[in-house]
């Protein structure tokens, strides 16, 4: 079932439905604007819905796949109305989402017990620049999975700013859950590697680790980010089991551009988009499910501890497409 259970389900659509609404408005006032006076799907009205897609940070890319798809169909099957058009970009952005199965609306599968009865604790290491929502999403998460059961702890390998370390403990103390830090300025590697090891030590389920978001040149990057990786397979073979992405959705082609950089540098396993909620660029979703083959694992509704959800394509979109 995951992380959520039944019954708080439906509230979560409604946290969905809530945190897209900007998009929606904005993609829709768009396509009704742009289909005025137009009965018929032709060039015009596809060359409009191609620009709003683009505005609406779907991506060049994943627009002109859509555009094209849907101009096929308009061709082949008797789809040419104007009122159709809402359907048809529905359907394929459907398809183009679930083409990349990568998408699987399950949240990280963290293992029950090791095979010898001992836990193995199940890294994550979190990435991504500066203010895109990691350590938020961290409190988040380690919330869902201490509600689930597991014992978690947390560390503090983002070293660069006080101010970092802090925010870290604050969640540490909202969510119950132990921290391991060494204040700032000292390597994150060496925190990482103190954070798996005391994990094993104490038979800790899940270690969420922090790191800082500097945006720097591809070669620092690299370096730094394996640097931190190779320190926690010192107290644990096969750590960090995930390497979670964070993007901040509002920034749009931003979080595309932060995508590549970050896995070209690194092996990252899973991406969080955040801040969906408050912005109106929420199309580029859309655009990071199609164009990389890494699941999109978590979406953030809001700044609230209960605002993290599991990534469901198929209530994405039908989120996305809900006549309110
Ligand atoms: P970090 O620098 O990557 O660790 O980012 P932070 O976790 O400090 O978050 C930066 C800001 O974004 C904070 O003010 C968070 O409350 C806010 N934030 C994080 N996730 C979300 C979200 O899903 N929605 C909204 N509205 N704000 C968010
Ligand atoms: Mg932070």
């Known amino acids: 079932m995951g992380i959520f259970g039944f019954f708080s389900k439906k509230e979560n659509k409604e946290k969905l439905d809530q945190g897209l609404e900007k998009t929606k408005t904005s993609i829709f006032s768009k396509i009704s604007k742009a289909i005025i006076g137009k009965s018929k799907i032709d060039e015009d009205v596809l060359d409009e819905l191609e620009e709003v897609l683009i505005s609406s940070d779907v991506g060049v890319d994943s627009t002109i796949k859509i555009i094209d798809r849907i101009r096929q169909r308009v061709a082949k099957e008797k789809y040419s109305n104007t009122s159709e058009l809402d359907f048809l970009l529905r359907d394929e952005i459907s398809r183009m989402i679930e083409e990349n199965r990568q998408h699987s609306d399950e949240d990280f599968n963290v293992p029950e017990k090791s095979l010898d009865g001992k836990k193995i604790p199940y ?13 938020t999403t961290i409190g988040k998460l380690a919330n869902q999975f201490k509600q689930k059961g597991y014992s978690v702890m947390l560390g503090a390998a983002d ?37 798996v090891k005391e994990a094993k030590e104490q038979n800790v389920d899940v270690v ?42 509002s920034t749009g082609q931003n979080a595309i551009q932060q995508a590549k950089a970050f896995t070209e540098a690194t092996d990252v396993t899973s991406l969080a988009l955040t801040k ?3 912005t109106a660029k929420g199309g580029v979703v859309i655009g990071i ?27 994405f979109v039908d989120s996305l497409f809900k006549k309110s």
């Not at 540490?172 to 060496?190: L, Q, Y």
Request: aromatic share 4%.
């Open 123 to 135: 890294v994550i290491m979190v990435v991504g620049v500066n203010g895109v929502g990691k350590t």
């Open 159 to 195: 070293t660069f700013r006080a101010a970092a370390v802090e925010q870290l403990r604050i969640w540490s103390d909202r969510v119950g859950v132990p921290i391991v830090e060494k204040g700032m300025n000292v390597s994150p590697a060496a925190v990482a590697f103190d954070a």
């Open 208 to 249: 969420i680790v922090d790191t800082a978001g500097r945006l720097q040149t591809k070669v620092n990057l690299m370096a730094e980010l394996s640097n931190i990786k190779r320190a926690m397979t010192k107290p644990l073979e096969g750590a960090p089991h995930e390497v979670l992405l964070v993007l901040d959705a």
């Open 276 to 278: 969906l909620d408050g």
């Open 289 to 315: 499910c199609d164009q990389f083959k890494i699941p999109v694992k978590y979406i953030g509704v809001g700044e609230g501890i209960d605002h993290l959800q599991i990534f469901n394509p198929r209530e």
